[in-house]
T-cell receptor, first 115, second 115 residues
Framework: AQSVTQLDSHVSVSEGTPVLLRCNYS??????LFWYVQHPNKGLQLLLK??????LVKGINGFEAEFKKSETSFHLTKPSAHMSDAAEYFC?????????????FGKGTHLIIQP | EAGVAQSPRYKIIEKRQSVAFWCNPI?????LYWYQQILGQGPKLLIQ????????DSQLPKDRFSAERLKGVDSTLKIQPAKLEDSAVYLC???FGSGGHNEQFFGPGTRLTVL
């Protein structure tokens, strides 16, 4: 079975400063890892995904994440926060291969951007 | 490209009543998922379809929840009878194929309130 743990339920940063959202995963098999963002009253949107290619993954809106197998981590970063980044962020794991590939979501990190 | 469509967007019912949600996936997407997102939590997979067959329904409370995808396109999720704890947002997602590396595209969700 796979799982993800998002280490912070809330993160608050000032506009223009770096963002770090932390995620650790657990998986018996080679995982695919994703970060999704959910803005208020909007659907979930994929930010980026890792599927066993390059360990540093670049996504939309300047976000990137690094897969570290030794630390079982997949932290999300952005060099400079923008007000529009305020949202709920979910770290997600899925097992590659096999028919059942539903996503397992973390509990979410609420990102607050201070002006 | 049209996204995943869901209806209704909001539904309020009393406990012990029945309710049904509808989902129309992205054209050509063979795999369809239903997730339940309780307030303050990440989405949890309820059921996965591949075309019109069920791949995974291990987390579906089958005593009250049912889902079908008769022609391999649209899907309906039904709750009968509803309980207070079923209050949540019900998300439909679709992907082109199966396999953990495939991106899932999410609909806007149906917000259910059970009184």
């Amino acid at each position: 079975a796979q799982s993800v743990t998002q280490l912070d339920s809330h993160v608050s940063v000032s506009e223009g400063t770096p963002v770090l959202l932390r995620c650790n995963y657990s998986s018996s098999y080679s995982p695919s890892l994703f970060w999704y963002v959910q803005h208020p009253n909007k659907g979930l949107q994929l930010l980026l995904k890792y599927t066993s290619a390059a360990t540093l993954v670049k996504g939309i809106n300047g976000f990137e994440a690094e897969f570290k197998k030794s630390e079982t981590s997949f932290h999300l970063t952005k060099p400079s926060a923008h007000m529009s980044d305020a949202a709920e962020y979910f770290c997600v794991v899925s097992v590659q291969g096999g028919g059942a590939d539903g996503l397992t979501f973390g509990k979410g990190t609420h990102l607050i951007i201070q002006p | 490209e049209a996204g995943v469509a869901q209806s209704p967007r909001y539904k309020i019912i009393e406990k012990r009543q029945s309710v049904a949600f509808w989902c129309n996936p992205i054209s050509g997407h063979a795999t369809l998922y239903w997730y339940q997102q309780i307030l303050g939590q990440g989405p949890k997979l309820l059921i996965q379809f591949q075309n019109n067959g069920v791949v995974d329904d291990s987390q579906l409370p089958k005593d009250r929840f049912s889902a079908e995808r008769l022609k391999g396109v649209d899907s309906t999720l039904k709750i009968q009878p509803a309980k207070l704890e079923d209050s949540a947002v019900y998300l439909c997602a679709s992907s082109f194929g199966s396999g953990g590396h495939n991106e899932q595209f999410f609909g806007p969700g149906t917000r259910l309130t059970v009184l």
